[in-house]
């Protein structure tokens, strides 16, 4: 086989496998970049680190290597066969039993290469788990300190029901709340971030555009949590909404609002504000035994 044609194969192959991935991430990247141009993160400052921080990254990470690796062994097992076949119908004969073993020993030595190196990574993946479950489990112990079982305000997140999950619940003296988080970049209008969201006649304001459905999302979501508690404790259970918008100035138009629309910089000082009911420390406690019923169940790694 002549050298042109054995570079012409070669070329042809990668080029049949790698164009439409550089024409997918180049495309990716180009939406991104367009959006970044026009839009900014609502957040002004970094966030604490939470328990087994870490850990998590490095799992992401691992697990996205993992990923390439599971792609990479097959897919080049594939380029050898496709670029073999190639080879062969330009020569137009078959292969030879010298290049057929050559080319099997090739692929066997990359398979279990790559199966090998799939496993330590799998491995080192289920490890990092069991000490990022370990360091939430040791958190999670610490949080008692600073709201033990007799102080009056339990929190807890990712509260899950039939199709959709909440984002927090709030127990305390004045109520549960339920308290939903949205998450909008501010857009830049004359070179400028605009930042500001007016409640008014029921709906959100935001610069460029209405919401009305945030509001009913918190409202169905109230109705669901004090319908539940209901039935769980048997008794009426005190429930309001709060809607969270991170990294906004909320400008109330409206006296009285439903659910509660606060940032998220200025929800610990207005939350004890907020009121839903009264209830007593026992209330508390029954109402945080069964939401901790429905929250722990994280299973443990290992």
């Known amino acids: 086989m002549e050298f042109s044609s054995l570079a012409v194969s070669v070329l042809a192959t990668t080029g049949l496998f790698l164009c439409p991935i550089f024409l997918s991430v180049g495309i990716i990247l180009l939406i991104r970049k367009r959006l970044r141009s026009h839009r900014v993160s609502p957040l002004t400052a970094d966030l604490l680190r939470p328990a087994g921080h870490t850990l998590q990254q490095q799992i992401q990470d691992l697990q996205i290597d993992l990923f390439s690796q599971m792609l990479f062994t097959p897919l080049t097992m594939m380029m050898i066969g496709f670029y073999l076949l190639l080879q062969s119908y330009i020569d137009k004969k078959a292969m030879s039993t010298t290049v057929m073993l050559t080319s099997g020993v090739v692929m066997l030595s990359l398979f279990i290469y790559g199966t090998t190196k799939t496993y330590k990574m799998a491995n080192k993946v289920q490890h990092l788990k069991l000490g990022y479950s370990c360091e939430l489990a040791v958190g999670q112990e610490l949080d008692q300190i600073v709201r033990p079982q007799q102080h009056?305000?339990?929190?807890?997140?990712?509260?899950?029901?039939?199709?959709?999950?909440?984002?927090?619940l709030i127990i305390c003296p004045n109520g549960v709340f339920v308290i939903e988080t949205k998450g909008r970049s501010k857009p830049i209008n004359n070179g400028e971030k605009q930042f500001k969201v007016r409640v008014e006649n029921d709906a959100l304001h935001f610069p460029n555009h209405v919401e009305k459905a945030p509001l009913e999302q918190v409202r169905r979501n109230v109705t669901t949590v004090r319908n539940w508690l209901n039935s769980a404790t048997g008794t009426e259970v005190p429930v309001g909404g709060v809607l969270v918008l991170p990294g906004w100035f909320v400008d109330l138009r409206q006296k009285i609002t439903f659910p509660y629309i606060v940032s998220a910089a200025a929800l610990p000082k207005q939350l004890p504000q907020f009121r839903a009911g009264s209830l007593e420390l026992a209330q508390i406690q029954a109402i945080a035994h069964q939401v901790e019923q429905k929250v722990r169940d994280v299973a443990k790694a290992g």
């Open 152 to 168: 009056p305000y339990r929190v807890y997140h990712d509260i899950p029901f039939d199709g959709f999950n909440i984002d927090h």
